[in-house]
């Protein structure tokens, strides 16, 4: 079945460092790719996403390149923030006949200090 | 434009008890998906409504049932608690047919 892996955290950066996290998918089909934050106490929200073979999707300074043949979804920036802390969801979109759910990662914290 | 708001923000209920979770959907969506998110992991798709109809279904079982209202809100009730219920119950709206999903704060429950 469709499923997403994301890399185990905690990631935990300074200010001004690069980011990395990483996401691979399987899937029938070409799933729609997203990526949410969740921040302490809240529910999620839409970072960026892709919906085909090496569409990029950005936003505040993330970004993320679909890519078809290694599977693969993964989130960067060049430069995080100390408000960037908190938990990044990749997520694939698995459509059927009878609607269309979303397939979440385990989710990845990231921590950032001054 | 309203956003996704969900009631209560937490609850607990006792094991075997009943519980009814409510979410207004954002103005525009006519789609209401419900999700389980347990304490450290990636939110687990329950089902979806669209037109008042259950509209796919992921692996939960018959205890959790939903509603889809004319307005596009939703309940999402479970019967029978369990410990293993406690989690972040994440309602998300959507237009069918489109990828766009705004979900809500959530319902924290807690079974004891």
């Known amino acids: 079945g469709n499923s997403v892996t994301q890399m185990e955290g905690p990631v935990t950066l300074s200010e001004e460092a690069f980011l990395t996290i990483n996401c691979t998918y399987t899937?029938?089909?070409?799933?729609?790719l997203f990526w949410y934050v969740q921040y302490p106490g809240e529910g999620l929200q839409l970072l960026l996403k892709a919906t085909k073979a090496d569409d990029k999707g950005s936003n505040k300074g993330f970004e993320a390149t679909y890519r078809k043949e290694t599977t693969s979804f993964h989130l960067e920036k060049g430069s995080v923030q100390v408000s960037d802390s908190a938990v990044y969801f990749c997520?694939?979109?698995?459509?059927?006949?009878?609607?269309?759910?979303?397939?979440f990662g385990k989710g990845t914290t990231l921590s950032v200090s001054s | 434009e309203t956003g996704v708001t969900q009631s209560p923000t937490h609850l607990i209920k006792t094991r075997g008890q009943q519980v009814t979770l409510r979410c207004s959907s954002q103005?525009?969506?006519?789609?209401v998906s419900w999700y389980q998110q347990a304490l450290g992991q990636g939110p687990q798709f329950i089902f979806q409504?669209?037109?008042?109809?259950?509209?796919g279904r992921g692996n939960f079982p018959p205890r959790f049932s939903g509603l889809q209202f004319p307005n596009y809100s939703s309940e999402l009730n479970v019967n029978a608690l369990e410990l293993d219920d406690s989690a972040l119950y994440l309602c998300?709206?959507?237009?069918?047919?489109?990828?766009?999903?705004?979900f809500g704060s959530g319902t924290r429950l807690t079974v004891v």
């Open positions: 409504y669209y037109r008042e109809e259950e509209n």
């Open positions: 899937a029938t089909g070409y799933p729609s």
């Open positions: 998300a709206s959507s237009s069918q047919g489109a990828e766009g999903y705004t």
């Open positions: 997520a694939l979109s698995s459509a059927n006949q009878a609607g269309t759910a979303l397939i």
């Open positions: 103005s525009g969506h006519n789609t």
